[in-house]
């Protein structure tokens, strides 16, 4: 029977950390903000997880499910006029990116507030636009300790990340972009060179771009979850 409760509270463990749960917030400037959480079976660092242009934040379910299964509590969440997220406030242009930080920046006060996150271990896992906006981000909040990069760019519609990432400073990142990809694949290069900390760059083969490298390349969530259990854990 001690055998049996005790693969019962086992299995009751790894069905909590992949269970995801939908929530929302606002923004400074009254968007809502729909994101789903993945919490582990206990506290643990936090993840903030950014699609790309014209996706969302469904993109990151494999990663978030496997973050929660390793300790982690992810939080993938749709930028303002994708997936379940409000649109941009009347008079705003969608095409305005740099409105988005405003989204980034809510994710990270919703994840503060919940007492499952230790607070000062914090990491971000973006792709394209998604990467670019991590980068901004971090460079103002020192709690972000690591960065994952999936098609980054040099400048996506003004959103230009060289000089935040310089400020990012000696924080560990991982910049992953596809040969084929060539806009991506210069920029991490030259993302790289950026900043004295550890900077690991992985150069891919017939990868594509973004989050649809994670489901061409069946070794890479795994590779993300890994990175983070050696920068965060």
């Known amino acids: ?12 463990g790894c069905l909590l950390a992949a269970t995801p749960q939908d929530v929302s917030f606002r923004t400074d400037d009254g968007v809502t903000i729909a994101g789903t959480l ?16 014209s996706r969302t934040r469904e993109d990151w379910h494999a990663v978030a499910t496997r973050l929660a299964d390793a300790g982690f509590v992810a939080l993938a ?22 409105k988005m930080t405003a989204d980034v920046k809510a994710a990270r006060a919703f994840l503060a507030s ?22 901004l981000f971090a460079a103002n909040d020192p709690t ?41 694949a210069n920029s ?14 992985r150069l891919l083969t017939g990868a594509g771009h973004g989050t649809a490298m994670i489901s061409r390349q069946p070794d890479l969530a795994a590779s993300l979850v890994d990175w983070f259990r050696r920068t965060l854990l």
Not at 41 to 49: D, E, K
């Open 1 to 12: 029977m001690l055998v049996l409760a005790t693969l019962l509270v086992l299995s009751a």
């Open 38 to 53: 993945y919490l582990p079976a206990r506290s643990g660092p936090g993840v903030i997880l950014l699609h790309a242009l």
């Open 77 to 98: 969440i749709d930028l303002r006029g994708h997936g379940a997220s409000g649109p941009p406030p009347a008079g705003t242009d969608l095409q305005e990116l740099t």
């Open 114 to 135: 919940r007492r499952e996150v230790e607070p000062n271990r914090i990491g971000f896992a973006g792709a394209s636009i998604g990467a670019n906006l991590a980068i």
């Open 144 to 184: 972000v300790r690591s960065l994952v990069l999936l098609s980054p760019g040099l400048d996506y519609r003004g959103l230009r990340p060289e000089a935040a990432f310089k400020k990012y400073a000696d924080r560990p990142a991982l910049l992953i972009a596809s040969l084929e990809d060539n806009y991506s």
């Open 188 to 201: 991490a290069r030259q993302l790289a060179r950026s900043g004295p900390g550890v900077r690991d760059l």
